[in-house]
Every structure is written in structure tokens, then in C-alpha cells.
């Protein structure tokens, strides 16, 4: 009941939620035209396709099936699918866990090491990049097509033929197993990628906690300070604030990735201990491969609220991107009708505050330009009384 569960209707509602939510996300960073930080745009909307392809795949591979069926099929004319998700399905898992990758090797140039970062994070440096990993991640899982196949089985005495998925020869052969399924597993896709980013995390957090100590110390508080050095002071308590929520968001996705993927990892290592047939038949071995499978579905998925919770601007062009839809505007103008209300009657908002601020900037000219006629009026009538006396 509980892998009904798993790789049904939550599998179904977590794809279905996600692959919105992550083309949401791809439209924003679309729509974004930052030029300081066009290599993050690339970088992010690359893992997001990944991801929203991954959670595809295992829609195809596990929810439609149960959904349908009741349980994972081997047999009928659905396995014709299998070869093809279960191959592009790995493919798009270790595509992300090399984005990801590639993406915090990148932020830790940009905060460590900044001149190779300027040499290296270009824009078609960076285009190249994920072409390339995305090749990479299609040649390594390639083959995973050879893993299984699909055999007709014929009933000879009622004449009947079943279409059933099986796994070939190369899965079962234990040498194939123990160099790509763990070793070459660990080395690439799992466990040395979660090491080198959990590093990399602890070193870019190190980095943001000595450059705010160093400005402190350069900046110390004085009480004399005009109202100009304060402004400055508060922009940069903000900017160390956005620093060190970025941090924070990095950490978090890290952190899913790691929950996500070193599960994996393990159940590999104990199927190739325990054996092939032996793994399969144990129930809660099973159950673990539902729960694996379960959470690299809701890493997948979950991104957008990382980065709509940590990320201010994230927030503004979301909520820009909801408003350029007529129906979005119309919920967004329900929403704030009572509150745009209360704002004009009871206080001055801020956005009344800066547009009367410039209306006063201008009349303040108009006002320039007027006394400085009349004194010059008033002196041409000085300089003419004399005369008429």
C-alpha cells in the first residue's frame, strides 16, 4: 500500500506540480535581463529542463502505470516505452547532479577566485559548458539502453503472445554491475559530486563570512556619521544580507541533493552484495528503491520554492510574470484591492511619497526660475528710479 502510495498519486501530484512550477521558474529567468549575471541564468535554466524532463520520465516509468494498472507493468504493450524512459530517465539525473555541479564550481570562482572567473565564466564559455555536460550526461547513461529489452513470450498450447520487459545479459553480468553501477556510479553521479559540492558549499561559506568580518572591520559604526555614510552603511548591511541568503540557498539545494541522492547510492552497494534475484524479492528492499525514486522526485520539484523564498528578486519577477497574464492581473488586483484602500486613506504610501517627492523637485525649479525673474525685475526698476528723480 505504501509503494501504491509512493509511485502513485503522491509521484503524480509532486510531477504534475513540478513540471509547472519549474517551467514557471524558466520563464522568469527567460524573461530576466540582469547583465551582471547572465552565467546563473544559463546555468539555472539548464538544470531546470533537466529536471522537469526527469520528472517526466518518472511520471512515464512509475505513476502512469500504477495510476492505470494498479502496478508497475512488465507485460503488455506499455514495456515498449520502457528501454527508452528507463535510459532517458538516468540521463536526466545525471544531467542535473552535473549541472549542479558545474553550477557551484562557478560560484565558488566568482567569490574565491574572481580573475579566473572573469576568463572563464563568459557568456559563450558558459553556453558551451552546458552543451557539453548535457552531451556528456547522454553518452554516459547511454548504456543504460542495453540493460533491458523487450522479449514476445508465446503460449503454445492457447496460442497466445505476451510482450514482456527483461533485463539483458550485460545487467547481469557482475563485472558490468561492479564497474559501472558503482563504481563509475560513485565516482560521477553520486557520492564524489555530493563530497566536492558539500566542500566547495563549506569553502564559499567561509569566503562570505570573512569578506562581511572585513568590511565591519574597515566600516566601523560611528556616531557622527551623516545621513549619506548611513545609507551607505545600510546598502551594504543589505548587500551582505543578500550574500548570505544566497548562501543559505545554495546550501539548501545541496542539502536536497545530497538526502536525494546518496540513497541511491547505498541501495546499489547492497544489491550488488545481496544479488540481483535475492534484492528483488525482499519487500522492503523494494520499498527502498519506491522511497530512493521518491525523493529524487520531490528534490526535482521543489526547487521553485528555494528560490522563491530566498530569492527577493526571484519573488518580484514571479510576481511580475503572474500580473503580465489577464487572468493573473485580475487575481492580483482582487487580491490587493482592500489593502491599495486602506494604504490611500489611512497613510501615505511610499510609491505616493516618491512621485510627490519629483513633483516637488520640479515645481522647486519652477520656483527657482521665477524669483530669479523678479529680482532681476526688481533691479532694472532700482536702476531706472534714479534716473527718474
Given at each position: 500500500m505504501l509503494s501504491h502510495l509512493l509511485n502513485g498519486y503522491l509521484t503524480a501530484f509532486f510531477v504534475i506540480t513540478g513540471i509547472v512550477l519549474n517551467l514557471l521558474s524558466v520563464s522568469i529567468f527567460l524573461r530576466k535581463e540582469r547583465a551582471g549575471t547572465p552565467a546563473i541564468q544559463?546555468?539555472?535554466?539548464?538544470?531546470?529542463?533537466?529536471?522537469?524532463?526527469?520528472?517526466?520520465?518518472?511520471?512515464?516509468?512509475?505513476?502512469?502505470?500504477?495510476?492505470?494498472?494498479?502496478?508497475?507493468?512488465?507485460?503488455?504493450?506499455?514495456?515498449?516505452?520502457?528501454?527508452?524512459?528507463?535510459?532517458?530517465?538516468?540521463?536526466?539525473?545525471?544531467?542535473?547532479?552535473?549541472?549542479?555541479?558545474?553550477?557551484?564550481?562557478?560560484?565558488?570562482?566568482?567569490?574565491?577566485?574572481?580573475?579566473?572567473?572573469?576568463?572563464?565564466?563568459?557568456?559563450?564559455?558558459?553556453?558551451?559548458?552546458?552543451?557539453?555536460?548535457?552531451?556528456?550526461?547522454?553518452?554516459?547513461?547511454?548504456?543504460?539502453?542495453?540493460?533491458?529489452?523487450?522479449?514476445?513470450?508465446?503460449?503454445?498450447?492457447?496460442?497466445?503472445?505476451?510482450?514482456?520487459?527483461?533485463?539483458?545479459?550485460?545487467?547481469?553480468?557482475?563485472?558490468?554491475?561492479?564497474?559501472?553501477?558503482?563504481?563509475?556510479?560513485?565516482?560521477?553521479?553520486?557520492?564524489?559530486?555530493?563530497?566536492?559540492?558539500?566542500?566547495?558549499?563549506?569553502?564559499?561559506?567561509?569566503?562570505?563570512?570573512?569578506?562581511?568580518?572585513?568590511?565591519?572591520?574597515?566600516?566601523?559604526?560611528?556616531?557622527?556619521?551623516?545621513?549619506?555614510?548611513?545609507?551607505?552603511?545600510?546598502?551594504?548591511?543589505r548587500n551582505s544580507r543578500k550574500d548570505h541568503k544566497s548562501n543559505i540557498m545554495l546550501v539548501l539545494v545541496i542539502t536536497k541533493f545530497l538526502i536525494s541522492d546518496i540513497l541511491p547510492t547505498v541501495i546499489d552497494v547492497l544489491e550488488h552484495l545481496v544479488g540481483s534475484s535475492n534484492f528483488m524479492q525482499s519487500p522492503l528492499a523494494s520499498l527502498f528503491v519506491d522511497l530512493s525514486n521518491f525523493l529524487i522526485v520531490l528534490n526535482c520539484s521543489s526547487n521553485f520554492w528555494v528560490f522563491f523564498v530566498w530569492g527577493r528578486r526571484f519573488r518580484r519577477s514571479c510576481r511580475k510574470c503572474i500580473k503580465s497574464t489577464h487572468l493573473g492581473a485580475c487575481i492580483y488586483d482582487l487580491a490587493k484591492w482592500n489593502t491599495d484602500s486602506e494604504v490611500s486613506l489611512c497613510a501615505p504610501s511610499s510609491f505616493t511619497t516618491l512621485n510627490a517627492t519629483k513633483v516637488y523637485g520640479s515645481t522647486e525649479r519652477s520656483f527657482r526660475t521665477k524669483s530669479r525673474l523678479e529680482m532681476i525685475s526688481r533691479t532694472e526698476e532700482l536702476s531706472s528710479t534714479p534716473s527718474r528723480t
Open positions: 544559463y546555468y539555472l535554466v539548464t538544470l531546470t529542463l533537466w529536471q522537469t524532463a526527469l520528472l517526466a520520465n518518472a511520471f512515464l516509468l512509475y505513476s502512469f502505470p500504477t495510476l492505470v494498472f494498479g502496478f508497475l507493468v512488465s507485460t503488455g504493450s506499455y514495456v515498449h516505452i520502457y528501454p527508452y524512459v528507463y535510459t532517458f530517465a538516468n540521463t536526466t539525473h545525471t544531467g542535473s547532479v552535473w549541472i549542479v555541479l558545474t553550477l557551484t564550481i562557478d560560484r565558488y570562482l566568482a567569490l574565491c577566485q574572481p580573475l579566473k572567473h572573469r576568463a572563464i565564466g563568459k557568456k559563450r564559455r558558459v553556453k558551451r559548458l552546458m552543451i557539453l555536460v548535457s552531451l556528456l550526461a547522454v553518452l554516459f547513461s547511454l548504456p543504460r539502453f542495453f540493460e533491458v529489452h523487450v522479449i514476445t513470450l508465446t503460449n503454445y498450447t492457447t496460442n497466445e503472445t505476451i510482450v514482456a520487459i527483461e533485463r539483458t545479459e550485460l545487467f547481469k553480468n557482475h563485472l558490468y554491475w561492479s564497474v559501472y553501477h558503482v563504481i563509475l556510479a560513485m565516482l560521477f553521479v553520486t557520492l564524489c559530486p555530493c563530497l566536492i559540492l558539500f566542500g566547495l558549499t563549506l569553502r564559499i561559506s567561509i569566503a562570505l563570512r570573512s569578506a562581511i568580518a572585513k568590511r565591519k572591520s574597515l566600516c566601523a559604526p560611528n556616531a557622527e556619521l551623516d545621513t549619506r555614510a548611513k545609507a551607505m552603511k545600510s546598502s551594504r548591511y
